[in-house]
C-alpha cells in the first residue's frame, strides 16, 4: 500500500486532496499542517501537527510515516504580507521546502510541490514550462528558490505551477471570488483591477493534476490553470453573474490605484497542452469553476 503524506492539509489545495483520496482504499495517507487540530477530525481520517519550518520534526515525521510521495500544500501565499515578513516567508516558503527535500531523500520518497505564475515577469504571457522566471515580488522569489532547491536535489521531483486558485473549503483563507461574493452578498462595493490579466484555476482542476501526478510517476515541471484569460475586474463580474449577485458594485481600477505592497506580474496565463496531454487535464472555465463552487457553497450552508 503506497503511502502520501500531505504538507499544508488545512488550506484549500489540502482540504481538496485530503477529499478526493478519502474515498481510495488503496492508498494510506497522512494529513498534516502547523495547526494543532484537522477540519476534517470528524471523517476519521489520519491527521498529526507539523511544521514544516521545524527540521527535526520534519526528519522525525517523515522517517517513522516513511511516504512513498510528499505533496506539499504548505506554502506563505498572501503576496503583500511576504514582501513585509520576508524572514517569515523565506522559512516557509523556501526552508521548509528544503527541509522536505532532505527528508524525502533519507526514505526515498518523491516531492509535489506546488508553485506560482508570480515567479514570471508579466511582460510576455501566457508562460510555457520551459519559460524563462523571472520574479518581481519577494513572494515570487521565495517560491523559485524553493524551486531551484528541488531543481539540483538528487530526489524525483514534480513541481505544478497554478494561478489564483479559487474554491469552497472550511475556514480557508478568502480566495479572490470569495471574497468578491462576500463583499458583494454585503452589499459593499469593491474596485477590482482590470490590467492584472490570469487564468483562475479551480482548486479541483489543481488537485485533478496533482493525484494524477502521483498516480503516472510523473516528474518536472507542469502548468496547471483555467482554461480562460481574464482580467480580475472580469473574473470579479462573472463571480457576480453565477452567484446572481449585483454587478455594479464592482467598479473598475488599475494596479497603481491600489497602491498595492508588492508588485504584480500584469499579464500572465499559462500554455496548459503539457498537462492536458500528458495528465488529460480538462481545465475548467470560470464560470464552469464558479459553478462548481456555488454547488459547494451552498452544500456547507454558506448561502
Same mark, same amino acid.
Given at each position: 500500500?503506497?503511502?502520501?503524506?500531505?504538507? &499544508?492539509?488545512?488550506?484549500?489545495?489540502?482540504?481538496?486532496?485530503?477529499?478526493?483520496?478519502?474515498?481510495? @482504499?488503496?492508498?494510506?495517507?497522512?494529513?498534516?499542517?502547523?495547526?494543532?487540530?484537522?477540519?476534517?477530525?470528524?471523517?476519521?481520517?489520519?491527521?498529526?501537527?507539523?511544521? %514544516?519550518?521545524?527540521?527535526?520534526?520534519?526528519?522525525?515525521?517523515?522517517?517513522?510515516?516513511?511516504?512513498?510521495?510528499?505533496?506539499?500544500?504548505?506554502?506563505?501565499?498572501?503576496?503583500?504580507?511576504?514582501?513585509?515578513?520576508?524572514?517569515?516567508?523565506?522559512?516557509?516558503?523556501?526552508?521548509?521546502?528544503?527541509?522536505?527535500?532532505?527528508?524525502?531523500?533519507?526514505?526515498?520518497?518523491?516531492?509535489?510541490?506546488?508553485?506560482?505564475?508570480?515567479?514570471?515577469? &508579466?511582460?510576455?504571457?501566457?508562460? !510555457?514550462?520551459?519559460?524563462?522566471?523571472?520574479?518581481?515580488?519577494?513572494? &515570487?522569489?521565495?517560491?523559485?528558490?524553493?524551486? $531551484?532547491?528541488?531543481?539540483?536535489?538528487? %530526489?524525483?521531483?514534480?513541481?505544478?505551477?497554478?494561478?489564483?486558485?479559487?474554491?469552497?473549503? %472550511?475556514?480557508?483563507?478568502? $480566495?479572490?471570488?470569495?471574497?468578491?461574493?462576500?463583499?458583494?452578498?454585503?452589499? !459593499?462595493?469593491?474596485?477590482?483591477?482590470?490590467?492584472?490579466?490570469?487564468?483562475?484555476?479551480?482548486?479541483?482542476?489543481?488537485?485533478?493534476?496533482?493525484?494524477?501526478?502521483?498516480?503516472?510517476?510523473?516528474?518536472?515541471?507542469?502548468?496547471?490553470?483555467?482554461?480562460?484569460?481574464?482580467?480580475?475586474?472580469?473574473?470579479?463580474?462573472?463571480?457576480?453573474?453565477?452567484?446572481?449577485?449585483?454587478?455594479?458594485?464592482?467598479?473598475?481600477?488599475?494596479?497603481?490605484?491600489?497602491?498595492?505592497?508588492?508588485?504584480?506580474?500584469?499579464?500572465? &496565463?499559462? %500554455?496548459?497542452?503539457?498537462?492536458?496531454?500528458?495528465?488529460?487535464?480538462?481545465?475548467?472555465?470560470?464560470?464552469?469553476?464558479?459553478?462548481?463552487?456555488?454547488?459547494?457553497?451552498?452544500? @456547507?450552508?454558506?448561502?
Amino acid at each position: 500500500m503506497k503511502r502520501i503524506l500531505i504538507c &499544508g492539509a488545512n488550506g484549500l489545495l489540502g482540504q481538496r486532496l485530503a477529499l478526493m483520496l478519502s474515498s481510495q @482504499t488503496e492508498y494510506e495517507v497522512l494529513h498534516t499542517s502547523h495547526h494543532r487540530s484537522f477540519v476534517f477530525d470528524n471523517r476519521l481520517l489520519d491527521y498529526t501537527q507539523l511544521d %514544516i519550518t521545524r527540521k527535526s520534526d520534519v526528519k522525525s515525521l517523515v522517517s517513522s510515516f516513511h511516504p512513498d510521495v510528499i505533496m506539499n500544500a504548505a506554502a506563505a501565499t498572501n503576496v503583500d504580507w511576504c514582501e513585509t515578513h520576508r524572514e517569515e516567508a523565506w522559512k516557509v516558503n523556501v526552508v521548509g521546502v528544503e527541509h522536505l527535500i532532505e527528508a524525502a531523500r533519507k526514505v526515498g520518497a518523491r516531492l509535489i510541490h506546488v508553485s506560482t505564475d508570480y515567479v514570471f515577469d &508579466g511582460k510576455s504571457g501566457p508562460y !510555457k514550462e520551459d519559460d524563462r522566471p523571472n520574479p518581481l515580488s519577494y513572494y &515570487g522569489k521565495s517560491k523559485l528558490a524553493a524551486e $531551484n532547491a528541488l531543481r539540483i536535489s538528487d %530526489i524525483p521531483y514534480a513541481i505544478v505551477r497554478t494561478i489564483v486558485v479559487y474554491g469552497a473549503g %472550511i475556514n480557508v483563507k478568502e $480566495n479572490f471570488p470569495l471574497w468578491v461574493f462576500n463583499s458583494l452578498r454585503a452589499g !459593499k462595493r469593491i474596485r477590482c483591477v482590470e490590467d492584472q490579466i490570469s487564468n483562475p484555476t479551480s482548486v479541483n482542476d489543481l488537485a485533478f493534476a496533482v493525484l494524477k501526478i502521483f498516480e503516472l510517476n510523473k516528474t518536472g515541471i507542469y502548468h496547471v490553470c483555467g482554461s480562460e484569460r481574464l482580467s480580475r475586474y472580469e473574473f470579479a463580474r462573472r463571480v457576480a453573474e453565477v452567484f446572481e449577485l449585483d454587478p455594479e458594485l464592482i467598479e473598475r481600477a488599475r494596479t497603481s490605484d491600489l497602491q498595492q505592497i508588492a508588485p504584480r506580474p500584469m499579464v500572465t &496565463g499559462f %500554455i496548459t497542452l503539457k498537462a492536458e496531454s500528458e495528465l488529460h487535464l480538462k481545465p475548467m472555465d470560470t464560470r464552469q469553476g464558479l459553478t462548481l463552487m456555488k454547488r459547494e457553497l451552498h452544500s @456547507t450552508r454558506k448561502l
